[in-house]
Structures are given as structure tokens and as C-alpha cells.
């Protein structure tokens, strides 16, 4: 089987090699990829924007396979959350996921990773009843297709764990749903190798999800557990060291009763450890007091 080399110029001059059409596994798109996943990991919403740019202007931009349209959907969805759900800014960036995803899945009908990324997609569309009525049986679908079509595959086992935190119990939702899903999909990705083909994404977000479901339960030991196995993976995770952390601190403060919610500040080892995310994370999920009263 032969492989296509494609010159696409974002975050730096990149060379992706996309397999032939009879490769049933993605080929690794280089540089590229690992840089946007990082851009993700950091939370680098300006590297992403440029990527995205560069991705979608140029030569480069057209004739592009399923690999590349996978990519180039994939950052406009990361940046959607970089924006307020329903926004316009965050409702067009996955309009383009959408657009590059149903490009993908012409070319490609089984393509089980892209179906899980527009069933994402879509889901992260809804605002309201009206819009969930029409948006949300087409996200199911997309994702139980996906699962259908790849039931062992780590990406398409969280996303749906993750689908299922937002939908209605009757339709296949609630908290005990996505946790077993989530679960299942953790032990996935323990058995996929750390330097698999691009995607391989959602190693250390699988664990920040299982923690999310957690602190919903009211486990918050849990939650932090979850949280310190992410940035064992990722130690600069942005979303866990700037979102999730500083929540489930203000949630243990709030059940001691010592704070009212939202008056609390890092301790002072977390406002000594420098700008390591990975020592402000440590701080905030260490065991003792994780904040302090200014």
C-alpha cells in the first residue's frame, strides 16, 4: 500500500503522510498533528487559530484526503470551546467541523472516528429544547453509529461516555451511563500504544471526564484522583489546571463550611510553585487543605 506525502504549512513547515485509500488506519500526519494536540494540551488558542487559518487558505487547503479533513475538523472543534456555547464565533467553528466531517464520511461511510467527531460536533450545537430536537437524535445517531461501526475504539467509547453526561435519561443519558462508558474507555486507551497513529488523542481527557462524572456523583476524593492521573499524562493540561481544579477546590471548601463558595484563592504553595501547571495542579490536589482564605 503506498503512502501520499502532502506539504500542509500550519504551526511551522509540516509534511503529512496520509495513506493510500486501502489503508484502514489513518497514517500519522506528522509534525502537524502533535503540535495542535499540544496547542490543545496547553490551551493555545492562538496556535489553533493559526493552524485553523493556515488549514483552510492556500494551495494547501485543497484536494485535501480523509486524514486532513479529520484534522482540519478537529482544531476548529477544539477552538469551539475557546468561545461561549451558542455563540456565534463557537456555532460557525463547528458548522466547519460539520462541513469537513460529512466531507470525510462521503469519501469515507465507515470512517467510525470522523462519525464520533460529528456526533460531538452536532451535540455541542444544542442551546435549547428546539435546537436539541433536531440536533440531538442526529448526534445519537452519528455516535451509535460510530460504536457500531468501532466499539474497541478509545475515542469513539469516550465521546459517547461523554454524549451521555448531556442527554436525557429516557434517551439513553444519565451520569451511571457515561461513567461505564467512560471506564470502558479508559481500559481502551491503556491498551493503545502511546505513539499510535494520529488520531490518538484523549488519553489524559478520558481521565478529566471520569473525574467531571465523579464530582457530579459528589465524590470529590475521586475527582481529585482523576485529576492527578491526568497530569500524570499531561502535566501542563490546561483544562484541569485552570477549570477543573480550581472547581473541585471551591467545592471541598464550600462542603467544610470554613468558605462560602467562591471566596477562596490558591495556598500558598500553589502561589510560590511558579508558572509550572503541573505545581499549581499538585497544589490544588494534594492532600490537606487544597485553598486558603485571603
Not at 484502514?24 to 487559518?53: F, K, M, W, Y
Request: aromatic share 6%; glycine share 10%.
Amino acid at each position: 500500500m503506498g503512502l501520499v506525502a502532502v506539504s500542509l504549512p500550519l504551526l511551522g513547515a509540516a509534511t503529512i503522510v496520509l495513506a493510500a485509500s486501502d489503508e484502514p488506519a489513518r497514517a500519522v500526519p506528522g509534525p502537524a498533528a502533535a503540535e495542535i494536540q499540544r496547542a490543545v494540551t496547553t490551551g493555545n488558542a492562538g496556535s489553533l487559530e493559526d493552524a485553523r487559518v493556515r488549514l483552510r487558505s492556500g494551495p494547501s487547503a485543497q484536494g485535501l484526503d480523509e486524514a486532513a479533513l479529520y484534522l482540519r475538523a478537529y482544531v476548529a472543534w477544539r477552538l469551539s470551546y475557546f468561545h461561549a456555547r451558542g455563540s456565534e464565533r463557537s456555532q460557525a467553528l463547528l458548522g466547519e467541523a460539520e462541513q469537513d466531517l460529512d466531507r470525510v464520511l462521503s469519501l469515507d461511510p465507515g470512517d467510525a472516528e470522523a462519525l464520533a467527531l460529528l456526533g460531538s460536533a452536532i451535540g455541542s450545537r444544542i442551546t435549547g429544547v428546539w435546537s436539541g430536537l433536531s440536533r440531538g437524535p442526529r448526534a445519537a445517531r452519528a455516535l451509535d453509529r460510530a460504536f457500531e461501526l468501532a466499539p474497541d475504539n478509545p475515542r469513539v467509547v469516550m465521546l459517547l461516555g461523554i454524549s451521555r453526561l448531556y442527554r436525557p435519561a429516557p434517551f439513553g443519558g444519565g451520569i451511571a451511563r457515561a461513567e461505564q462508558e467512560l471506564e470502558r474507555a479508559r481500559a481502551l486507551f491503556a491498551h493503545e500504544p502511546a505513539e499510535a497513529p494520529w488520531p490518538n488523542w484523549g488519553r489524559a481527557e478520558v481521565l478529566a471526564w471520569l473525574g467531571q462524572t465523579a464530582l457530579r456523583r459528589g465524590d470529590l476524593e475521586k475527582a481529585g484522583a482523576f485529576y492527578r492521573q491526568a497530569l500524570e499524562i499531561e502535566p501542563d493540561y490546561d483544562w484541569v489546571c485552570r477549570s477543573l481544579l480550581p472547581e473541585l477546590a471551591g467545592r471541598r471548601t464550600a462542603a467544610s463550611g470554613t468558605l462560602a463558595p467562591g471566596s477562596w484563592t490558591m495556598s500558598p504553595r500553589a502561589e510560590t510553585a511558579g508558572t509550572s501547571r503541573r505545581s499549581v495542579g499538585e497544589a490544588y490536589t494534594a492532600g490537606g487543605t487544597p485553598m486558603s482564605a485571603r
